[in-house]
């Protein structure tokens, strides 16, 4: 009979069809030890910081837009321009002088004059990262025994008492 089974695998084995029965079946194994293993990782959550703060302004006319002082000086000097000339010729000159320089006048004196300071109360804020060490749990070392040897995994979870274990069976040829 061994003779027909080695003639029977060695036939097979040329014609490239050999059939290997494995068996494949799940038993329970007693659990020895579970160690939970740690990480160390840092952590970093963004926190926004906003405070108050005090900013000193200057606005001027010029700021907010207004040509009411140039335009006012033109007209003014332009009038006095008028005035001051006798002749015909000489009051065009001087309205046009006059309107020049009461303009120039003008800007000066809301330079000076019309300047407006004041405090204005404004909200900074910025991003910061709050940055902490933790323990995070990566796994178990779980130590085990199955047919009186001792094995030992590393699993994501606690498995309790036992184990479940796939066991194969093959044939040695």
């Not at 008028?82 to 320089?101: D, P, S």
């Not at 804020?125 to 070392?141: M, P």
């Amino acid at each position: 009979m061994r003779i027909l089974t080695r003639t029977a695998v060695a036939l097979s084995l040329t014609t490239g069809s050999l059939v290997v029965g494995a068996a494949t079946s799940y038993e329970e194994a007693d659990v020895l030890t579970v160690t939970p293993i740690y990480h160390m990782i840092e952590v970093s959550t963004p926190t926004q910081q906003c405070w108050e703060e005090e900013v000193v302004r200057r606005e001027s006319w010029r700021e907010r837009d207004s040509a009411t002082p140039s335009i006012l000086g033109a007209v003014i000097g332009g009038a006095l321009g008028n005035a001051v000339g006798h002749h015909k010729r000489n009051k065009q000159v001087g309205a046009v002088v006059g309107a020049i320089l009461g303009s120039s006048i003008a800007r000066d004196i809301t330079r000076v004059e019309n300047n407006s300071t004041y405090i204005d109360t404004v909200e900074r804020c910025r991003t910061v990262h709050d940055r902490y060490q933790e323990e995070k749990l990566v796994g178990y070392d779980v130590v085990y025994s199955y047919n009186g040897a001792q094995h030992k995994v590393r699993m994501p979870e606690d498995p309790g008492a036992t184990v479940r274990v796939r066991v194969n069976v093959e044939p040695v040829l």
